[in-house]
C-alpha cells in the first residue's frame, strides 16, 4: 500500500518559490528598510483511518487583526524561542492544545511575507499523538481538519479580489464547507499544492 504521506515528503525535498501577500499584486511598492518580524506557523498533519488532514483555526471575531479570518496556529517569535520553528510549537500548544512533544516536524515551506509586516515561516509536522484540541478563548473561535487532498489540489484554489487601503488586491482562495480560506494561509498553501504535484 503506498504511503499517504509520500507526496508531502517529496514536497518537502523539493525547492519552494519566494512566497508573499503581494504576489498576485505586482504594481505593489514597499517601503525601502521596512523591517519585518520573525514568526512561525504550525502546518499540523493528522492522520485519520491512513488519510491526512490538516489542522486549522478559526481566528476569534473580537481580535485586531485578521478577526474571524481561517489561519494556521501560530505567531511573531519571542525572545524566548530558539527560533520561528520553536515559536510554531509554542503557539500551537496555546492556541489549540497541542504539546510540542506530539508533533514531529518534517519540514519548512518558503517564508512567506505578509501586509502586517511578518516574515513567517510554515512549519510542517506530523503529529504523532492524540491529544485533546483546546481552542484558546482569547484567540481560537474554532479548530477543524481539512483533507490535505483538498488543499493540495490546485484546481481548487481561485483568486479573488476586494479593496483595500484606497486600492483593488487580489488573493488566492480556497474554500472548504463553510470556511473561507484565503489571504495569507491560502497563498501558502497554494505553494504547497505546487510543490506536491508530480
Same mark, same amino acid.
Given at each position: 500500500m503506498?504511503?499517504?504521506?509520500?507526496?508531502?515528503?517529496?514536497?518537502?525535498?523539493?525547492?519552494?518559490?519566494?512566497?508573499?501577500?503581494?504576489?498576485?499584486?505586482?504594481?505593489?511598492?514597499l517601503p525601502e528598510g521596512r523591517k519585518l518580524r520573525p514568526a512561525g506557523v504550525l502546518v499540523p498533519i493528522?492522520?485519520?483511518?491512513?488519510?491526512?488532514?490538516?489542522?486549522?483555526?478559526?481566528?476569534?471575531?473580537h481580535l485586531k487583526h485578521h478577526p474571524?479570518?481561517?489561519? &494556521?496556529?501560530?505567531?511573531?517569535?519571542d525572545e524566548s524561542d530558539a527560533d520561528v520553528t520553536a515559536a510554531a510549537l509554542?503557539?500551537?500548544?496555546e492556541e489549540i492544545g497541542l504539546p510540542p512533544k506530539n508533533v514531529?516536524?518534517?519540514?519548512?515551506?518558503?517564508?512567506h511575507e505578509t501586509v502586517t509586516s511578518f516574515m513567517v515561516t510554515p512549519v510542517v509536522g506530523m503529529?504523532?499523538?492524540? &491529544?485533546?484540541v483546546t481552542p484558546e478563548p482569547g484567540e481560537v473561535d474554532e479548530v477543524f481538519r481539512v483533507p490535505l487532498a483538498h488543499v493540495a489540489?490546485?484546481?481548487? &484554489?481561485?483568486?479573488?479580489?476586494?479593496?483595500?487601503?484606497?486600492?483593488?488586491?487580489?488573493?488566492?482562495?480556497?474554500p472548504f464547507g463553510p470556511y473561507y480560506i484565503w489571504g495569507a494561509t491560502a497563498r501558502i498553501l497554494r505553494g504547497l499544492a505546487e510543490r506536491m504535484q508530480p
Open positions: 503506498n504511503d499517504p504521506l509520500t507526496p508531502l515528503l517529496s514536497a518537502l525535498k523539493r525547492e519552494g518559490g519566494a512566497s508573499s501577500d503581494f504576489d498576485l499584486n505586482p504594481g505593489t511598492i493528522q492522520m485519520q483511518e491512513n488519510v491526512p488532514y490538516l489542522i486549522l483555526t478559526k481566528r476569534a471575531s474571524g479570518q481561517i489561519a &494556521f496556529p501560530g505567531g511573531k517569535q509554542r503557539e500551537a500548544h514531529k516536524v518534517l519540514g519548512h515551506l518558503a517564508a503529529i504523532t499523538a492524540d &491529544f485533546t489540489n490546485p484546481a481548487l &484554489f481561485s483568486v479573488q479580489g476586494r479593496h483595500w487601503r484606497g486600492q483593488r488586491r487580489y488573493y488566492y482562495t480556497v
